[in-house]
């Protein structure tokens, strides 16, 4: 029955038991190999670990708390008449995931990497303490575009050359790629969580900061610049107006003194001194209610200016995470020793192969 099923190409559990007692067999008596092979990956996992530099991750967390009940309705009805928009919401332009994709875009984080930095007493860019954290320099000895190429802190963006450009594209793409997350933990929360990664503990904690500064003047800008250039607006109307009114006053006076012991027959001459008062009139009606537009259009970029207000900051020491020597030695004794048992195998298995 044996021979049977070995000529049906099937395999017994005895023969199956005594295969594997074989192939043990084999790698036991090659265990000086393996014990030398599994000894240098623990000695490669320890030094791995000496030299791996830990990530520190720094955190910061902000509320986000805006106006959302919309414009003022009826009040601003002679403002319409003229033309003028008061603004009502923002609209969801930036909320939820829109805002968190924000701080993600080239805009953003090229301009916090041309924001100054204090680094042990000198003033520089976060760009260029990227490029001096790793080094970038050492390489670009030998090529002449590069060796020259600074990093001034608040550097116009418009004055770059292509290499430049290509090195700040490079940076700014390794750190959206997994340099720091941004994530909402609650969509129905507006607490946003900002989380740097790096090697440099002063760039990650000055990094994190210097972007949620960014994101938030550019977004309070953003949500307001409506509110503020209808203010703008009638904050012009009014001065012009004003000027009209004090014209018009002086204007009824001079008329008032022309016509001083005017005799009553000659009326005519009365006329500019009227025209004048009813000028006076008009733009007194008109100022008084641009006015008070006016102060209903700073009580709207009051409502339209949103709060940004940070809970957390990252304070130092700032969370550290470090390859152990431990795990180092573990893994690298057990990646090694699994290859060579591996290769050993291998080799036995074609060796077998080619002698039949």
């Known amino acids: ?29 090659k265990w000086k190999i393996i014990l030398l092979v599994g000894i240098t990956g623990a000695i490669l996992g320890l030094t791995f670990s000496m030299m791996k530099k830990p990530v520190y991750t720094a955190t910061l967390s902000f ?52 924001s100054p930095v204090n680094d042990h007493g000198k003033i520089i860019s976060f760009a260029e303490m990227y490029i001096q954290d790793n080094k970038w320099r050492d390489g670009w000895k ?21 290499e430049n450009d290509s090195i700040l594209g490079v940076i700014g793409k390794n750190l959206t790629e997994g340099g720091f997350l941004v994530s909402q933990k609650d969509k129905k929360a507006s607490i946003i969580d900002i989380d740097v990664y ?20 550019f977004y309070i800008d953003t949500r307001s610049k409506k509110a503020r250039m209808n203010m703008a607006i009638l904050e012009r109307q009014v001065d ?34 009227s025209r004048k008062q009813v000028d006076v009139q008009a733009n007194t009606a008109i100022l008084t209610e641009l006015v008070r537009q006016s102060e ?26 470090k390859f152990g020597k431990a795990k180092g030695i ?6 090694s020793g699994f290859l060579i048992v591996l290769i050993l195998i291998i080799k036995r298995f074609f060796s077998q192969l080619m002698s039949q």
């Open 296 to 321: 209903l259009s700073k009580v709207t970029l009051r409502k339209e200016t949103p709060l940004i207000q940070v809970i957390d900051r990252p304070i130092f020491p700032l969370k550290k995470d």
């Open 63 to 114: 509320v986000l708390e805006e106006d959302k009940s919309g414009g003022m309705g009826g009040a601003l009805g002679f403002a319409s008449s003229l033309g003028l928009d008061l603004g009502g919401s923002g609209g969801g332009m930036f909320t939820g995931s829109n805002l968190t994709e924000l701080f993600k875009s080239r805009l953003m984080v090229e301009k916090t990497l041309l």
């Open 198 to 217: 790096s090697t440099n503990e002063f760039f990650a904690k000055y990094f994190c900061e210097a972007l949620a500064k960014e994101i938030s003047d």
């Open 142 to 162: 030998d090529k002449p575009k590069l060796a020259h190429i600074e990093f001034l802190p608040n550097a116009d963006r418009k004055n770059f050359t292509r």
């Open 1 to 29: 029955m044996e021979n049977l099923d070995s000529k049906n190409g099937e395999v017994s559990l005895k023969e199956l038991l005594e295969k594997i007692n074989e192939w043990f067999i084999y790698l036991l008596s």
């Open 240 to 273: 012009s107006i004003r000027r009209e009114l004090n014209g018009a006053i002086t204007g009824v006076a001079v008329a008032n003194d022309n016509t001083f012991n005017l005799n009553p027959a000659l009326n005519v001459r009365r006329t500019p001194s």
């Open 330 to 335: 573990v893994i690298g004794g057990f990646i």
